[in-house]
């Protein structure tokens, strides 16, 4: 869609549209990070182990400080109608730390400078200081909020649901779903700032272990009396539209399923829906959010949710663990699906009621970790791309040594993440900018770091990304949605559990590398091939093979998706949005090393930026096109 469309389209809706306020308080709590804000009594006053407790009488495993807005883990469920403006003031009640809020699935349009990006378009809100986000909803679908700041300031709190409702909504007129369910996905750690901030003995993987807690809408549970099981509580004979969304910060993916309910799949990150299909279980991703509509027509009882991070699977106790990685506790987190007036706090994984003899699920597995599942549905209105591109770029993922080795070394200056053009030799990793890329039209305050300024003149952008590492990598893109042209199958020798494909150096001789030829071999770093016995490479892609596996017609569209270890994936997207926008990994720790690139589009048609929007080092590079305060 245009950008004159969108803004008739805006200006048509605008007829109705309202201005939706909040504020938001962010501050520093002593809680249980298990499960900060939840107050989970029973029905008998000595049911009360899973109460909330004061700071001092949380047990010292469990006590960590968490940054939470208005008092509240998740943060507080934001909701509004799409084309409304919202005013959203941010107060920074933090002691000594700067933050800023991204709206991640929010498309600001005409508001490009209130995308959150911290010194992308603004710079961080000061201790003790507030700023208000001024941005049309749009568009219309499941998305949330968090803290773009260091990536860590996310996992110790600062994320929370964010629901556009459409007017008329095709979903809605199908199905006539009876309630919003939202359910907020996430990891949980008592000091992310250790966990995630640096990287593991491998370059890439964690100082922590891969995962330890995963939650549901703030809580962990073990079915213990001091931890029940989460429950997502329903009423009997409601059909509801579930908006899943995967918030976390280290978590690649949950695998979802529920017992006893058949689910249909209605739309993927927020706002695209899809032609309808019946699913049994969905991989959610990081960033990702997949709308689902069942109905609680079964026996009431407790019945089983499973949220399985099959990927860290295979590094439970009694598995090979690879160098360089610990093994993980659990890898699967349970909640219940509980039926209101049903037994409250089920013990054991057999669920109560109904629950306790749950029906087998049907349909189809829609997991976008693999080719096959780019062909399980389509967008419900398919939007066709061209045979040709008006611009292509190739995109490589990658770590550049040297690497972490002594305890002297200092923090993240080795191990570096990049993601930048093929051509570009070497590799450039990000590195801040001293004041916003978008007051300055990126040329004061800013060093050689990953911009890619589009042409004016080009409309459809064809990225090739190709992912030069043994890690997967989640990714998302500010300000627009792409299509998925093209994904690589490599289930055949990289799969999921093909362990040896994760530790292959990439001069490997074995008969398993010729799936890939020695000419599409392609280490991350050009001038230290090596790097950790030469295992950080990737299989590239080949047009002249692998451009019969595209699919122009019904590409999904998205605006997260994770790429495989060693593989590519080919996107396109429209450079119609006027704005610096963001394209980079949402793994906390490959943020912080610099997984990240930013495309510069229509810089004559940004809008100028308004006197309130914080910078940073405007005495030495002011902002070039400046607007009234709070306009």
């Not at 007017?167 to 009876?178: H, M, N």
């Not at 908006?243 to 249909?264: L, Y």
Request: aromatic share 12%; charged share 20%.
């Amino acid at each position: 869609m245009r950008i004159g469309a969108l803004l008739l389209l805006a200006a048509v809706a605008g007829c109705d549209a309202a201005v939706v306020r909040y504020t938001l308080v962010v501050e520093e709590w002593v809680a249980d990070y298990l499960r900060p804000t939840a107050d989970m009594h029973g029905h008998w006053p000595w049911q009360n182990k899973a109460a909330r407790k004061t700071p001092f009488n949380i047990d010292d495993k469990q006590q960590a400080v968490k940054y939470m807005i208005n008092g509240s883990y998740p943060a507080p469920t934001l909701t509004a109608h799409e084309h409304d403006m919202l005013e959203i003031t941010v107060v920074n009640n933090l002691f000594s730390e700067a933050t800023t809020i991204h709206w991640h699935g929010i498309h600001p349009l005409h508001q490009p400078y209130m995308d959150g990006a911290r010194d992308v378009t603004q710079a961080p809100i000061m201790p003790g200081q507030s700023f208000t986000y001024r941005f049309e909803a749009y568009p219309a679908g499941t998305h949330y909020y968090h803290s773009h700041m260091d990536a860590v300031q996310g996992a110790r709190g600062i994320r929370g649901p964010l629901i556009i409702q459409r007017a008329d909504d095709p979903v809605k007129e199908e199905f006539a779903y009876d309630e919003d369910l939202v359910v907020f996905m996430s990891d949980e750690w008592k000091d992310p700032s250790a966990c995630l901030k640096l990287e593991g003995a491998m370059p890439g993987n964690d100082v922590c272990a891969d995962i330890r807690h995963g939650s549901f809408n703030g809580m962990y549970g073990d079915g213990s009396a001091a931890y029940p099981y989460p429950l997502i509580t329903v009423k009997p004979d409601t059909c509801y539209r579930a908006r899943f969304i995967m918030a976390g910060s280290n978590t690649e993916n949950f695998q979802m399923t529920i017992s006893g309910h058949n689910m249909t799949l209605v739309s993927v990150d927020g706002a695209y829906d899809v032609k309808p299909v019946q699913v049994k279980r969905f991989n959610l991703h990081l960033g990702e959010r997949v709308d689902v509509i069942f109905c609680t027509d079964q026996t009431p009882g407790n019945y089983l949710i499973t949220a399985d991070y099959d990927y860290a699977c295979n590094l439970k106790k009694g598995n090979f663990i690879p160098p360089g990685f610990h093994s993980v506790p659990a890898c699967q987190f349970y909640a219940y699906l509980h039926y209101e007036g049903e037994e409250e706090f089920p013990t054991s994984l057999k669920g109560t009621g109904g629950g306790a003899h749950p029906r087998p699920t049907t349909g189809a597995d829609f997991d976008l970790t693999l080719a096959a599942g780019y062909k399980v549905t389509e967008p419900r209105v398919a939007e066709p791309e061209p045979e040709e591109p008006d611009v292509r770029y190739t995109i490589n993922m990658g770590l550049l040594g040297p690497v972490y080795g002594a305890a002297t070394d200092r923090p993240l200056e080795k191990g570096r993440w990049y993601m930048d053009l093929d051509e570009m030799s070497p590799p450039r990793s990000w590195e801040l900018p001293t004041t916003p890329l978008y007051h300055t039209k990126g040329q004061c305050g800013v060093g050689d770091i990953p911009v890619i300024n589009v042409p004016e003149n080009a409309t459809t952008v064809e990225v090739v990304l190709q992912n030069l590492s043994p890690n997967a990598h989640m990714i998302h893109m500010h300000g627009m949605p792409f299509k998925v042209i093209n994904y690589a199958d490599f289930s055949s020798w990289c799969g999921l559990k093909d362990i040896d494909c994760f530790l292959m150096p990439w001069w490997d001789p074995t008969k398993l590398l010729d799936k890939c030829p020695v000419a599409q071999r392609k280490p991350g770093d050009p001038n230290n091939k090596n790097i950790e016995f030469g295992g950080y490479w990737g299989c590239t892609y080949n047009p002249a093979t692998d451009k019969a596996t595209q699919n122009l017609a019904t590409p999904l569209i998205k605006d997260s998706f994770q790429i495989w270890q060693r593989s590519w994936a080919v996107l396109r997207f429209k450079a119609d949005r006027p704005g610096f926008w963001y394209f980079h990994c949402h793994e906390t720790q490959h943020l912080m090393l610099g997984l990240q690139t930013v495309f510069n589009i229509l810089p004559s048609k940004q809008p100028p930026v308004p006197a309130d929007v914080p910078t940073s080092g405007a005495h030495w590079c002011p902002t070039q096109n400046e607007a009234p305060w709070g306009s």
